[in-house]
């Protein structure tokens, strides 16, 4: 089974614009690997921001954005907020297992 | 209001068993794939295991296939995982996550593997 890597922690200052990634073990991420961006807050369970590469829910604010990049799915934080200091997880989801990322923690500072 | 709603978890001996149930409400809950998502204290989160809408396809993880077992009552709006031969790296806090995209979260079930 593939091994989702992301980056263990970023920094973005208030404002800022932030990139994090999502890489597979075996290969580029595709579309085909309907990736998804998770954020968790302590003591709260995930919340789906981000789902089939770049599609958002409709509770997803229009500050976070989904593509892919250079073979790895990627999240872009634009115009980073106090309240969006979290851990983001991404998810590769190809025709019944999951796999998730190590998960990133991003902090606003 | 979407709900789900995790129950069953609690402290149990290694090689003991547990079943964990997820009430579902307020979505078509037999119209979506289901999961059970769990996290170690401290660490991320882990896929355990998947179910088709009508129960005809399962998937699991490695390190519980042969151990858990996924099921659904479409009728009742419930979700399950029956787990046997528990092992205290089994020991985590357990999601019911279901939607069309990952879109509802339960708020989990704390399970705890010790002697």
């Known amino acids: 089974q593939a091994v989702v890597t992301q980056e263990p922690s970023l920094t973005v200052s208030p404002g800022g614009t932030v990139t994090l990634t999502c890489a597979s073990s075996?290969?580029?991420?595709?579309?085909?690997?309907?990736a998804y961006w998770l954020q968790q807050k302590p003591g709260q369970a995930p919340r789906t921001l981000i789902y089939?590469?770049?599609n958002k829910h409709s509770w997803t604010p229009a500050r976070f954005s989904g593509s892919l990049l250079g073979g790895k799915a990627a999240l872009t934080l634009s115009g980073a907020q106090p309240e969006d200091e979290a851990e983001y997880y991404c998810?590769?989801?190809?025709?019944?297992?999951?796999?998730f990322g190590g998960g990133t923690k991003l902090t606003v500072l | 209001e979407v709900l789900l709603v995790e129950s069953g978890g609690g402290l149990v001996q290694p090689g003991g068993s547990l079943r964990l149930s997820c009430a579902a409400s307020?979505?078509?809950?037999?119209?979506?794939?289901m999961t059970w998502v769990r996290q170690a204290p401290g660490k991320g989160l882990e896929w355990v295991a998947n179910?088709?809408?009508?129960?005809?396809?399962?998937y699991y993880m490695d390190s519980v296939k042969g151990r858990f077992t996924i099921s659904r009552d479409n009728a009742k709006n419930s979700l399950f995982l029956q787990m046997n031969s528990l092992r205290a790296e089994d020991t985590a806090l357990y999601y019911c996550?279901?939607?069309?995209?990952?879109?509802?979260w339960g708020q989990g079930s704390l399970v705890t593997v010790s002697s």
């Open positions: 075996t290969g580029a991420v595709t579309s085909g690997h309907n």
């Open positions: 998810l590769l989801c190809i025709s019944g297992p999951w796999v």
């Open positions: 996550e279901g939607g069309e995209k990952a879109d509802y």
């Open positions: 089939d590469t770049s």
């Open positions: 179910i088709k809408e009508d129960g005809s396809k399962k």
């Open positions: 307020g979505f078509t809950f037999s119209r979506y794939w």
